[in-house]
């Protein structure tokens, strides 16, 4: 347990359905990350927040919106989204400032059917 | 540029011997390293750190090795054990307006036969 929390663990979803996965951390970290893994791939930065604003959108595409309504909490909010995307979301928090290591949740693994 | 890379995808070692896990990085600006083990169906864990003022950092059982000069990082694990079965990242730690950013290796699978 590294407390951060994603729900759900695993999600299949359609093309046409609209989800949204949740990551929760009360580790007091003021900064917030999503990332994809897919395989044979390493992992993908997606978005970047600090301070709950974002400071990096890593060219993910608009099917995939994030939110983050307080520090403690980020959302990925998804819809229309391609079987390619399949793959498993990691939620990541830390502290801001930099040097200091990343604590990552157990992912949810997405399959787009 | 921003690649952080492995050296091999694979790895198998013999219970109780050691191994090292190596990883090359091509930001000479880099000050900051980690390495994370990620075993099947968690997230990845957070293993060992340094920073670039450091060429070397021990933990328990494991060591980081860090050669600025030709931009390699290794991962050192001691007296392996089944428990240690994982795939292991090396990430470049980068900064983007006060927060992190982590760039990862594609990963080595550490394979502990008995």
């Known amino acids: 347990e590294t407390g951060v929390t994603q729900t759900p663990r695993h999600l299949v979803m359609g093309m046409t359905n609209k989800k949204s996965l949740k990551c929760e951390q009360h580790?007091?970290?003021?900064?917030m990350y999503w990332y994809k893994q897919s395989a044979k791939k390493p992992l993908e930065l997606m978005f970047v927040?600090?301070?709950?604003?974002?400071?990096e959108n890593n060219s993910v595409p608009s099917r995939f919106s994030p939110e983050c309504p307080n520090s403690s909490h980020l959302f990925l909010h998804l819809h229309t989204l391609q079987p390619e995307d399949s793959a498993l979301y990691l939620c990541?928090?830390?502290?801001?400032?930099?040097?200091?290591?990343?604590?990552f949740g157990q992912g949810t693994r997405l399959t787009v059917v | 540029g921003e690649s952080v890379g492995l050296h091999l995808p694979t790895l198998s070692v013999q219970e109780g011997d050691n191994s090292i896990i190596n990883c090359a990085y091509s930001?000479?600006?880099?000050?900051?390293f980690i390495w994370y083990k990620q075993e099947s169906g968690k997230g990845p864990q957070f293993i060992i750190d340094?920073?670039?003022?450091?060429d070397k950092r021990q933990g328990q059982r494991v060591t980081v090795l860090l050669n600025k000069t030709v931009k390699h990082l290794s991962l050192q694990i001691a007296a392996t054990q089944p428990g240690d079965s994982a795939v292991y990242f090396c990430?470049?730690?980068?900064?983007?307006?006060?927060?992190?950013?982590?760039?990862f290796g594609q990963g080595t699978r550490l394979t502990i036969n008995p």
């Open positions: 990541a928090s830390s502290l801001r400032g930099g040097g200091t290591e990343a604590f």
């Open positions: 580790l007091g970290h003021n900064a």
């Open positions: 927040y600090s301070l709950e604003e974002r400071v």
């Open positions: 930001n000479s600006a880099s000050d900051y």
């Open positions: 340094i920073r670039s003022n450091m």
């Open positions: 990430a470049e730690n980068r900064r983007v307006q006060g927060a992190q950013k982590l760039v």
